[in-house]
């Protein structure tokens, strides 16, 4: 018991605890006074974002196909113990030589700052949470060492640091107890300041009311009436329209962007005879469209649930771009969101007749904060990396020999077309049925060239044509349905689709990098 107590409170776990608390006493107060700078500049947020920016094309993909949208949820979670243990190892270092302690700390401070100045959107003020949060972690570092360096009886405690004027001051006085409670109390302080930052920082932002305020201008074209009968009929496959709470989302902002609709502008610029600014109410007083479109994310695996269906409303690109009126050579726009993510998509796409937008409304509502708001692209056809940019402020009409865009920049392809697509919904993968009609279920999509047939294929049979539910449109996702009669045992289902050109989807397996998976999905179901 003694022995246990004893490795507990020996001078190394104690000056790793102190190193942790004081990294704890960063965070926290550069949390709580961040509350009054951009949220995307206190320190976690800022460290996150940086380490997203060097993630490499196949960790995106791991992360993804790991932790699916909990991605983000994960990569806290990994970045709150790599601090902890670097916290540790510096309160260990600290107490042995506390000038190296020192510079330890000012190195990670520093490492903080310049990954928080660097965000786009964020200015150098905004440095300053996180500089009063190492300040602030120095000073109780150094209250914490200089308490362990008062409890003498470690032969190991250097004689310079025994020798110190604080130390000699508390010495005797000084017991582990006082430590641990020292400890304790400034843990618990930098846990309520945390908490109190973060709720300030919610209650200081009002977006979230102001879209709550808007309302939606009636569209001049409404979206085509949706026939009848698009839902398969088999239960359990995936809704037709996809409820904004349950569409996916993917990005790189830890943090979602908070725009004041007063504040946003689109500039419209580069490569144009005219250079155009948009304010918000320009696009509520202009001609809107509304439109169903079927979103899919390029990190999507075969068989994945990262596509969405919604009823878009928003302003026609091509429209914007008439007004800017291209220059001979332009082939692409790069459009950019406020919080440094760009897309690059080609020019012809967004000036032919396809329904590509500025995006202000989803489902019929303004558009979640953590969907774009206040505006997005839309671009039917188009993987969600090269068309789809949320917090859109800067169109900048280009050439793909001259710039590229975000995800281009960390090894995706420049260019994502949609590639054909058919998912079995219904059996799940691994399910227990019973043998039998076997409903199965699901949803195909090739958007801008829409589903002509979808075939299912059970073990190696022969391919047989699945029940077709009605298409919407081509640019929305096309469901289908199949009654299979299961005798027991371990049994594969295979689906694929075939485009509107009569494009059979490839069974050719391709990882999401660089412009998207392929392959025909397989799943596993065992009848009993
Ligand atoms: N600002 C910004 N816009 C972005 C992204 C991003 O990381 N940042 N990701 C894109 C990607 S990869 C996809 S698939 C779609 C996803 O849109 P959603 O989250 O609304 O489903 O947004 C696109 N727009
Ligand atoms: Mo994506």
């Known amino acids: 018991m003694t022995k246990l107590r004893n490795r507990i409170t020996g001078p190394a776990p104690m000056a790793a605890l102190a190193g942790v608390v004081a990294a704890a006493v960063v965070l926290a107060v550069a949390e709580l006074i961040g509350a009054f700078f951009t949220a995307r500049a206190t320190p976690l947020f800022a460290l996150g974002s940086t ?88 000073v109780v570092l150094r209250r914490l060492m200089v308490q362990l360096w008062g409890l003498k009886r470690w032969p190991e405690a250097p004689a310079d640091q025994a020798d110190d004027d604080d130390a000699r001051h508390q010495g005797a006085g000084t017991n582990r107890r006082r430590f641990f409670a020292a400890a304790g109390v400034t843990a618990l302080a930098a846990g309520i300041a945390a908490t109190g930052g973060r709720l300030l920082g919610a209650a200081r932002s009002n977006v979230t009311r102001a879209r709550e305020a808007l309302t939606l201008p009636t569209p ?91 009823k878009w409303l928003g302003l026609p690109i091509r429209d914007v771009l008439a007004r800017a009126k291209p220059k001979d050579g332009a082939d692409m726009v790069l459009s950019k969101s406020i919080d440094g993510f760009s897309a690059s998509t080609p020019l012809e796409v967004l000036q032919d007749g396809r329904d590509a937008m500025l995006a202000i409304g989803m489902n019929g509502e303004p558009l979640p904060l953590e969907h774009g708001y206040p505006v997005r692209m839309v671009v039917p056809g188009l993987y969600g990396f090269v068309s789809a940019t949320k917090w859109v402020v800067d169109l900048e009409v280009t050439r793909f020999a001259d710039n590229k865009a975000y995800w281009t920049n960390r090894g995706w392809s420049e260019r994502g077309p949609i590639k054909t697509m058919a998912r079995v919904d219904v ?7 019973a043998a039998g009609k076997v ?25 047989a044509e699945a029940t ?11 469901q289908w349905s199949y009654e299979w009669d299961a005798a027991p045992g371990p049994h594969y289902i295979k689906v694929r689709a075939t485009d509107g050109t009569g494009q059979v989807q490839t069974d050719q397996r391709a990882d999401p990098v660089p412009d998207g998976a392929s392959g025909w999905q397989s799943v596993m179901v065992t009848v009993q």
Not at 427 to 433: G, H, M, N, T
């Open 220 to 310: 001049a074209k409404a979206a085509s009436p949706v026939p009848a009968g698009v839902q398969s009929p088999v239960p359990g496959v995936t809704p037709w329209l996809t409820p904004n709470n349950d569409f996916y989302r993917i990005d790189t902002a830890l943090s979602i962007p908070e725009i004041n609709i007063d504040d946003w502008q689109l500039r419209v610029h580069g490569l144009v005879e005219q250079e155009v600014t948009l304010s918000f109410q320009d696009l509520l007083d202009a001609q809107l469209i509304e439109s169903h479109v079927t979103l899919t994310c390029v990190s999507n695996p075969v068989g994945g649930n990262l596509a969405g269906n919604a």
């Open 427 to 433: 059996p799940r993968s691994f399910a227990k049925v």
């Open 51 to 138: 380490f997203i920016d060097f993630t490499p094309p196949w960790m995106k993909d791991f992360a993804i196909a790991t932790f699916g949208t909990n991605d983000k949820a994960a990569l806290f979670v990994g970045m709150g113990l790599t601090i902890a243990v670097l916290a540790c190892i510096l309160g260990v270092v600290a107490y042995r030589k506390w000038m190296l302690g020192v510079l330890g700390v000012l190195f990670m401070g520093a490492v903080i700052v310049a990954s928080v100045v660097t965000r786009a959107g964020v200015g150098p003020a905004d440095a300053i949470p996180s500089v009063l949060g190492t300040v602030a972690g120095l």
């Open 439 to 463: 409903a199965v279920g699901g949803t195909a999509w090739a958007q801008t060239r829409g589903i002509a047939k979808v075939e299912v294929q059970i073990d190696n049979g022969a391919w």
């Open 468 to 478: 077709l539910s009605a298409e919407a449109s081509t640019v929305t996702w096309r």
